[in-house]
């Protein structure tokens, strides 16, 4: 299901459990796979740092990552157990260049700033647009643990959100780069 999205780039694949485990990684794919002995041999002492408890194992995928954008997906993630949430103050026409990984999703879009503003959003996606006046219709006199004075407004796309998984992007960063999968059982 994932290989339109993910063979174009380097997957760093990062398992969690028994490292004496075989992964097996579909043909076709540049990826590098690490596991607890690799992170024991690279961190050293240092190594307990990272947990492999659940999938925070990722955290090492950023470790040894070099590239300048990240994009982190656990392996039993499906597209109907995803949003996708994008802080914004402007436009959304990068997401065009985005369309051939977005689009499949349910994009949640919080609008920073004044909510008066019209947000324009590329055709063909399906979204929600929430701006300062819904967070105060929702959360009352709790709105304003919502901070709208930078990207954290994005917290009240991961409140509403229903599904088991949240991706987020922001509305200034263009081009996927590298990708990493955690936690691979």
Known sequence: MWRPFLQPYHLI????GDPAKVIKVPD????????????NRVLGPKASCISFKDSACRCFGFLVSKKKYIFTIDDDCFVNELD?????????????????????????????GDPAKVIKVPDGFDYELYNRNDVNRVLGPKASCISFKDSACRCF??????KKYIFTIDDDCFGLIGVIIAPAH
Do not use: A, C
Request: hydrophobic share 45%; charged share 20%; net charge negative.
């Open 84 to 112: 996708i949430v994008i802080p914004t103050i402007r436009n959304l026409d990068f997401l065009e260049m985005w369309r051939p990984f977005l689009q499949p999703y349910h994009l949640i879009i919080v609008q920073d």
């Open 13 to 16: 694949i990062v398992q969690d």
């Open 28 to 39: 076709g794919f540049d990826y590098e796979l690490y596991n607890r002995n690799d992170v």
């Open 157 to 162: 796309g991961f409140l509403v959100s229903k």
